[in-house]
């Protein structure tokens, strides 16, 4: 595995893998990898030559009140894993090296960005969009990989693919969870026991809200009483909606498809989970 932490470099050698021919697929990430990134590679492994994984804690998508000193950083434990998992290329560039003082550009996608984590988080998605772009723009792969797990994120780096014409393929992947239904995420690790058992809970109530709309139920009453429960069991809920998959407006009522979401602390960790509901 080459492992490449100047811009210019990843460039050089993805314009050499393109000229060869060879496909490349790209999963971005932030590091502490877990299964759910792995599921990611391994897709990206079976359907391109060559894959390349970013890890970039992007400073410009966290809040000032946020965890971006806070979040784990474990980049010697992840260069073991990407080798095992015979990846081809490391990107894991210095914060200065893509985001130095000097940059002033910022990539910005509307009406996708108004609700859910864009109430809560205000600036970003435009931290995450901008930094993709560039991602994007020094790779310049074949296929990028998305996990579900990040819904939302997943549907605005879409959009910003269609508008800009990026014209990667657009990978979306299931997500990843543990035994008890948690979705995998690097934040898990910040939990105490007892609130990564409470944790539990919120893909609990989400499979209930998708258990109950299967059944035909209505959808304002199956959602009152999810919001009721999973407030009961978390210490701040931020949100719990039940929204269109391509729009991600609310809905007031069933419809063949729909996604339900949902943000809320335990402790001081924010978790964020969905389920895609096809009736
Ligand atoms: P992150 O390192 O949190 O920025 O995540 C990098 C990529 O991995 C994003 O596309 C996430 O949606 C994806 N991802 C994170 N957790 C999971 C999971 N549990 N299952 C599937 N994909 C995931």
């Known amino acids: 595995m080459k492992i490449i932490r100047s811009p210019k470099k990843i460039q050089e050698e993805m314009e050499k893998l393109r000229r060869q021919g060879e496909t490349i697929g790209f999963v ?3 590091g502490a990898l877990h299964e759910g990134h792995l599921s990611l590679v391994c897709r990206a492994s079976k359907e391109n030559d060559r894959v390349a994984v970013s890890i970039f804690v992007n400073p410009l998508q966290f809040g000032p009140r946020e965890d971006y000193k806070k979040y784990p950083r474990v980049v010697t434990r992840d260069t073991a894993i990407l080798k095992k998992e015979k990846v081809d290329y490391l990107f894991c560039p210095a914060s200065i090296d893509l985001v130095g003082s000097r940059f002033s550009t910022r990539v910005k996608v509307s009406k996708l960005t108004e609700h859910l984590c864009g109430r809560y988080r205000p600036g970003h998605f435009e931290g995450v969009t ?51 239904g948690l979705a995998m995420s690097s934040r898990n690790r910040s939990l105490s026991p007892a609130d990564r058992k409470r944790a539990a809970m919120i893909s609990k109530i989400l499979f209930q809200i998708r258990g109950e709309l299967c059944k035909n139920k209505k959808l304002p009453g199956v959602l009152q009483k999810a919001r009721k429960a999973l407030a009961a069991y978390t210490d701040r809920l931020q949100y719990l909606e039940i929204v269109d998959p391509k729009t991600l407006a609310p809905l007031r009522k069933s419809q063949p498809r729909m996604v339900a ?8 960790t924010r978790l964020i989970d969905n389920v895609i509901i096809h009736l």
């Open 28 to 30: 971005p990430t932030m």
């Open 130 to 180: 901008t930094v993709v772009a560039k991602l994007f723009n020094l790779v310049k792969p074949h296929r990028v990989y998305f996990g579900a797990k990040d819904y939302q994120q997943a549907m605005v780096i879409r959009q910003m693919m269609e508008d800009l014409d990026f014209d990667s393929g657009f990978v979306l992947c299931p997500t990843v969870r543990e035994k008890d």
């Open 261 to 268: 979401l949902a943000a809320c602390f335990l402790g001081k």
